[in-house]
């Protein structure tokens, strides 16, 4: 027992306040995204009446439109710092969840997805970069791990939540629940004040300079980023059309969708600060690695419940693929999210998570717009082809930790 608690004591990040009220403000943001997002889809399927290919493009213009924000906003955060930013992205977004309930034609659903985009592509770099800031460098890999426990356990919290109040019998419903996300925003606005904008290292003038043909030229962490485009597209993506796929296909019902992004994020949740701890004086990319098969796996085991069992019995065997593909992203933040962080030049920092946050953009605008249309044509076509595709990804993986520095090569710990 004492070898135990110690243990427990061990996975404290200690952390300064400021990082610990900026992960606080996101799990009370994501607990609004896991109640609206899981059931944006079904929303716009099922409740106004749009094709599920017409729904998955206005998915995929979410990501569009944050893929031109994000490397837009990097100079900015470069300049202005990444609190200002943050504001503005938590206002946007609020203002677009706050009007999806009047959406009723498609035109609309786009002139909405423009505003969430603009939102999610501001969000991303600019709170990495304060994050970055606000963490020494040989806790970056902690760092991202508990951004990512705040990140997930808002989300399934919401998931859950949203899971218990959406019925596509009362499309009153989905009017409450993008209400409360779009508070949700509001209340992360409302702590950003007690979060100071971290003091930038002064550098060599050709960082400062340098813009993003200087970030271009860093071979390994534009192989990274192309990387994360396969890993959003083929693995994180599909789980965003999970719930759709599960209702229509298998007669699997909203409060079951809500628990299987529950189980999804608790998996997440319980495992995610081991890992970090688990990887430290490990290799990075092997570690990485882990991360795609295991989502491998979980499309593979999605594709068996998808055309053998329908509603609980379907509904059981997407919970369990959901708790694996959480335990599978443990690995990604620790890995690669810190291993950008300590590529980057603190003057360029901002332009360096504005094209990592790209690449998840860039997936998910492939994902939600390729998928939307293969479920629409055959619906068991689409986990057997992520399924490979993230196999095939691991190969990558391993190829890019060659060129690694050697002493970015293991996890600091």
């Known amino acids: 027992m004492a070898r135990f608690l110690a243990y427990l004591r061990g996975l404290?990040?200690?952390?300064?306040?400021?990082?610990?009220?900026?992960?606080?403000?996101?799990?009370?943001?994501?607990?609004?995204?896991?109640?609206?997002?899981?059931?944006?889809?079904?929303?716009?399927?099922?409740?106004?009446?749009?094709?599920?290919?017409?729904?998955?493009?206005v998915a995929a213009a979410i990501g569009a439109v944050g893929?031109?924000?994000?490397?837009?906003?990097?100079?900015?955060?470069?300049?202005?710092?990444?609190?200002?930013?943050?504001?503005?992205?938590?206002?946007?977004?609020?203002?677009?969840?706050?009007?999806?309930?009047?959406?009723?034609?498609?035109?609309?659903?786009?002139?909405?997805?423009?505003l969430l985009g603009l939102g999610t592509g501001i969000f991303w770099p600019s709170t990495t970069s304060l994050l970055v800031g606000l963490s020494p460098p040989e806790?970056?890999?902690?760092?991202?791990?508990?951004?990512?426990?705040?990140?997930?356990?808002?989300?399934?919290?919401?998931?859950?939540?949203?899971?218990?109040?959406?019925?596509?019998?009362?499309?009153?419903?989905?009017?409450?629940?993008?209400?409360?996300?779009?508070?949700?925003?509001?209340?992360?606005?409302?702590?950003?004040?007690?979060?100071?904008?971290?003091?930038?290292?002064?550098?060599?003038?050709?960082h400062a300079h340098a813009g993003y043909a200087r970030v271009l030229r860093d071979g390994v962490f534009t192989s990274l980023v192309g990387l994360n485009v396969l890993f959003v597209a083929a693995g994180y993506a599909p789980l965003e059309l999970l719930p759709v796929f599960a209702k229509n296909h298998n007669g699997v019902s909203e409060r079951?969708?809500?628990?299987?992004?529950?189980?999804?994020?608790?998996?997440?949740?319980?495992?995610?600060?081991?890992?970090?701890?688990?990887?430290?004086?490990r290799r990075r990319l092997r570690a990485l690695a882990?991360?795609?098969?295991?989502?491998?796996?979980?499309?593979?085991?999605?594709?068996?419940?998808?055309?053998?069992?329908?509603?609980?019995?379907?509904?059981?065997?997407?919970?369990?693929?959901?708790?694996?593909?959480?335990?599978?992203?443990?690995?990604?933040?620790?890995?690669?999210?810190a291993l950008v962080a300590d590529l980057a030049p603190a003057r360029l920092r901002g332009r360096y998570m504005a094209l990592s946050a790209m690449s998840w953009e860039i997936g998910y605008v492939i994902g939600p717009a390729v998928g939307g249309f293969v479920l629409a044509s055959a619906p068991l076509a689409l986990w057997p082809l992520c399924a490979a595709i993230c196999a095939a990804s691991i190969g990558g993986v391993l190829a890019v930790e060659r060129r690694l520095p050697v002493e970015l090569r293991l996890t600091p710990g």
């Open 12 to 57: 404290d990040p200690q952390f300064s306040r400021a990082v610990w009220t900026l992960e606080i403000g996101t799990l009370v943001n994501f607990f609004g995204s896991g109640i609206a997002y899981p059931f944006l889809l079904i929303y716009l399927h099922n409740v106004r009446g749009f094709g599920l290919g017409t729904a998955g493009l």
């Open 67 to 114: 893929v031109v924000a994000g490397p837009v906003t990097g100079p900015v955060i470069d300049r202005l710092g990444g609190r200002k930013t943050v504001s503005a992205s938590l206002v946007v977004s609020a203002v677009g969840y706050a009007l999806l309930p009047l959406v009723e034609h498609p035109l609309q659903a786009f002139g909405v997805a423009f």
């Open 139 to 206: 806790k970056r890999h902690t760092a991202f791990a508990l951004q990512r426990v705040a990140v997930n356990t808002g989300f399934g919290l919401g998931g859950l939540a949203g899971g218990l109040v959406a019925t596509t019998a009362n499309p009153t419903s989905f009017t409450v629940l993008f209400a409360i996300d779009a508070a949700t925003y509001v209340a992360m606005l409302a702590v950003m004040p007690f979060v100071p904008e971290p003091v930038v290292e002064d550098e060599l003038d050709e």
């Open 256 to 281: 079951w969708i809500g628990l299987i992004f529950f189980c999804n994020t608790a998996a997440l949740v319980l495992a995610q600060l081991p890992v970090a701890r688990f990887v430290e004086g």
């Open 290 to 337: 882990v991360m795609p098969a295991g989502f491998a796996v979980c499309w593979l085991a999605v594709l068996a419940g998808g055309a053998w069992l329908d509603r609980t019995a379907a509904a059981l065997v997407f919970v369990g693929a959901a708790a694996a593909f959480g335990l599978s992203t443990s690995f990604h933040g620790p890995t690669q999210g």
